[in-house]
């Protein structure tokens, strides 16, 4: 059975930083690329980053101006997402997602997400 | 970057009902869609990719069509499990986008 399990997630100051984590299970993790996910309060879907199976390409939403980077430990079948300078606009449930190939594709199963919370 | 634009935003439908969104990319995106249903306090769920392709174990009253910019997701006979909020995503070329999605509520 596929299991992402993400944790990290938290309290933290405007300006501060924080590094998510996601755990896979259930599957052989570098057959596939990951994605981060976030939504906001009550807000919908917005797609955060991605990484291919190797960790050689990588893209990012443009709203997040360079503050974040993804990245992944295949030996520790392991999804990371470092994120920096955040705002109170950065506030959300981040939930890790499979895609579906080695490279790029749709999110075929999801965690169930961890919460970070920008505030002073 | 490539911009998802769902319609309606919500809409009030019955049990029993065929009801269908819409979703628009601002670009050409072949048919490298997919549809999400998100359920309150759940996690999306995938229901179509390939923009007309159900994923295994999605009901057969669900289906999906388009290619290029347009696409829709029919629901043929609404049950009472599918009030739900439905998303749209393109996966063609990153940066990956949603659309704003599609809150579907009971009448």
């Known amino acids: 059975e596929v299991q992402l399990v993400e944790s990290g997630g938290g309290v933290v100051r405007p300006g501060g930083s924080l590094r998510l984590s996601c755990a896979a299970s259930g599957f052989t993790f570098d057959d596939y690329g990951m994605n981060w996910v976030r939504q906001a309060p009550g807000k919908g879907l917005e797609w955060v980053s991605g990484i291919n199976w190797n960790g050689g390409s990588t893209g990012y939403a443009d709203s997040l101006k ?19 300078s955040l705002r109170a606009e950065d506030t959300a449930l981040y939930y890790c997602a499979r895609s579906s190939s080695r490279n790029y594709g749709h999110c075929d199963y999801w965690g169930q997400g961890t919460l970070v919370t920008v505030s002073s | 970057a490539i911009r998802m634009t769902q319609s309606p935003s919500s809409f009030s439908a019955s049990t029993g009902d065929r009801v269908t969104i819409t979703c628009r990319a601002s670009q050409g995106i072949s048919s490298y869609l997919a549809w999400y249903q998100q359920k309150p306090g759940k996690a999306p769920k995938l229901l179509i990719y390939a923009a007309s392709t159900l994923q295994s174990g999605v009901p057969s009253r669900f289906s999906g069509s388009g290619s290029g910019t347009d696409f829709t997701l029919t629901i043929s006979c609404l049950q009472s499990e599918d ?19 599609t809150k579907l509520e009971i009448k």
């Open chain 2, 83 to 101: 009030f739900a909020s439905y998303y749209c995503q393109q996966y063609y070329s990153y940066p990956y986008s949603f659309g704003q999605g």
């Open chain 1, 66 to 84: 360079g503050r974040f980077i993804i990245s992944r430990d295949n030996a520790k079948n392991s999804l990371y997402l470092q994120m920096h």
